[in-house]
């Protein structure tokens, strides 16, 4: 009960919202804590977002499916995060479960969902529910989680309560991970391709080890192997959401990649008939194999320096090739300066080659 | 069908034609683009043998799903093993093009198909994805690798690390793969896919630097 508390209308345990700094104040909190509660007397505000919310059929035959809606005989809610992973709420008759789950396992609770129907809910903040309500069943639950009054009982009553408002949408699973994929690849592929205008003058030999590092410093990020993983799992499913990984994803490093050895054929730097296939020789040589075996989660994540150095190592052979020869150019050296080393979260002022 | 574990590697031993036969089998069956989402029990009903029949040549899934990743291996690198020489660069040229071109004919058949079902597989059995892998990439890595540092030793080739080199050459050769696993139906390429290879090759072998571009960036 120590939550932050509903100012609504016709609640006994409501408090004046008007002036938080009118609350009084417990003597064990604090004062600082105490006084940046917000005006639903949260520590924190945050806005209010949709849930999704699936009504499915159970997983196993129980006693009491008898006695409701075929396909509506429990409710879940889920949510998607930035980083390609979900967060999942879902009451069960023992305890809550409320866990983030990797879009593999969110898959397969959205292909639930799937089985009977899913509707994009907003919130509401503070919320019209009330902790009085009494008996926590799943419809209950998913209810006080949205913040709703209510007095459905089944997971098909509030359903038809939800329905019923205008903002709520229907989802399926297909557009729903068409979203997030898209949303989740293509900022990781911005972040990636990003040059600075100094840089985009640079050599090419530099430029691409410059690209080639924050590549694969970007497909080694644990979310996106996790959404290129369950691309390539659930393309036969789900080809709309494997298409758009592809075209997120390596389709727009290629595309990238291409505009600058066309840039660089230009200038005479290089000798292709094919930037194209270049661009995606070069994408091939940087893979190697260390992004299939992080893919499929079999060894360890690459650092840094591993990172710098097949980058390098990449470059030159793309440039010089394997055979005889070759000048000594591995070294990190006098490359070390140009440009740095990127951390992905610094690029985002920077021009983006589209 | 219940067997016990003696009974079928008894079995096993004694019986290395109808493993290879096996093998061979589910290699097809898996190498058939149109049934990637197919089960275990639909592929080994496809292939011609029975549960019984394979059980009693295999001690379990995973030493089937191991056998076929050797299988695959030596398939793929055969073309570096029985090279007949090696002493100029288009004696490398010549056999890393043979070999190029059997790992992207697999790299977008059969092992579409084997990579799926490892993932699926996979997930229920951790270990068993990394023994496959060892069993199979690992295997053709590691050969390549050997092809390399040998033809490095002669001063054919002039590399610094044969491992980096080889898993390069592995990830050029494996864009076929990437674009079975996530484009249903692949986007058709201008070029047929002898051609990609000996273009791979190509550049992996001589590099795309103009001479003029190469002699300045090295002086820097």
Redesign the interface.
């Known amino acids: 009960m120590n939550a932050p508390f509903e100012a609504g209308r016709g609640s006994w345990l409501a408090r004046s919202s008007d002036n938080p700094s009118s609350l009084k104040v417990v003597d064990d909190v604090p004062s600082d804590l105490a006084n940046s509660a917000d005006e639903h007397g949260s520590l924190v505000t945050v806005d209010p977002v949709d849930w999704i919310i699936c009504f499915v059929p159970g997983l196993k035959r129980q006693w009491w499916h008898r006695f409701v809606h075929h396909k509506h005989k429990h409710v879940f809610a889920m949510r998607p995060t930035n980083t390609g992973s979900w967060l999942l709420v879902e009451p069960w008759w023992t305890r809550m479960m409320v866990t983030i789950l990797p879009p593999a396992d969110a898959v397969k609770f959205l292909r639930w969902g799937g089985t009977g129907d899913i509707l994009r809910v907003r919130e509401s903040v503070p919320g019209r529910a009330s902790q009085l309500r009494g008996w926590s069943n799943c419809a209950v639950l998913s209810a006080f989680l949205l913040g709703r009054s209510s007095w459905a009982w089944t997971p098909h009553g509030l359903y038809r309560q939800l329905l019923r408002e205008k903002s709520t949408r229907r989802g399926n699973v297909k557009q729903l991970l068409v979203d997030q994929f898209t949303k989740v690849v293509s900022h990781h592929s911005s972040n990636a391709l990003s040059v600075s205008a100094d840089q985009l003058s640079l050599p090419l030999r530099e430029l691409l080890i410059i690209i080639g590092r924050n590549l694969l410093e970007t497909m080694m990020t644990p979310a996106l192997l996790e959404v290129c993983y369950t691309a390539i799992l659930e393309a036969d499913r789900y080809p709309n959401a494997t298409r758009v990984y592809a075209q997120h994803g390596p389709r727009r490093a290629i595309a990238v990649l291409t505009k600058i050895l066309a840039k660089a054929k230009q200038a005479g730097e290089i000798a292709l008939a094919d930037c194209e296939a270049g661009a995606r020789q070069f994408l091939g040589m940087l893979y190697g194999n260390i992004h299939l075996e992080a893919v499929l989660q079999l060894g360890e994540i690459p650092t840094l320096s591993e990172i710098d150095l097949r980058a390098r190592a990449a470059v030159k052979v793309f440039l010089d090739g394997a055979g005889p020869d070759e000048a000594g150019i591995l070294a990190p050296g006098p490359l070390s300066n140009v440009g740095g080393s990127l951390p992905v979260a610094a690029r985002r002022a920077w021009v983006y080659l589209r | 069908m219940r067997r016990t574990v003696s009974t079928r590697a008894v079995n096993a031993e004694s019986r290395p034609d109808v493993r290879s036969d096996i093998v061979s089998a589910i290699s097809g069956i898996l190498a058939d683009p149109g049934d990637?989402?197919a089960g275990l029990n639909s592929i080994f009903h496809r292939s011609g043998y029975s549960q019984e029949d394979i059980w009693s040549a295999f001690q379990g899934i995973d030493d089937l799903v191991i056998a076929i990743s050797e299988h695959e291996a030596l398939f793929i690198s055969q073309s570096l093993v029985r090279r007949a020489r090696l002493n100029t660069?288009d004696d490398v040229r010549d056999t890393l093009v043979a070999f190029g071109l059997v790992a992207s004919r697999e790299y977008s058949t059969t092992l579409v198909g084997f990579?799926?079902m490892?993932?699926?597989e996979?997930?229920r059995n951790?270990s068993l994805?990394?023994r496959v892998?060892e069993a199979g990439?690992e295997i053709v890595?590691r050969r390549l690798r050997e092809f390399?540092s040998e033809a490095n030793e002669k001063?054919?080739?002039?590399?610094?690390?044969a491992q980096?080199?080889a898993?390069?050459?592995?990830?050029?050769?494996?864009?076929p793969l990437?674009q079975a696993?996530?484009?249903?139906p692949v986007t058709s390429q201008?070029?047929t896919a002898a051609d990609?290879v000996k273009?791979?090759i190509e550049?992996?072998?001589?590099?795309?630097?103009?001479a003029?571009?190469?002699r300045?960036?090295?002086t820097?």
């Open positions: 990637t989402l660069l990579i799926r490892m993932m699926a996979g997930a951790p994805k990394k892998y990439s890595t390399l001063g054919i080739l002039s590399i610094s690390d980096v080199c898993e390069q050459l592995m990830g050029l050769l494996r864009e990437y696993l996530m484009l249903n201008k070029v990609r273009a791979g550049r992996f072998l001589d590099g795309c630097a103009s003029r571009s190469a300045y960036e090295r820097i």
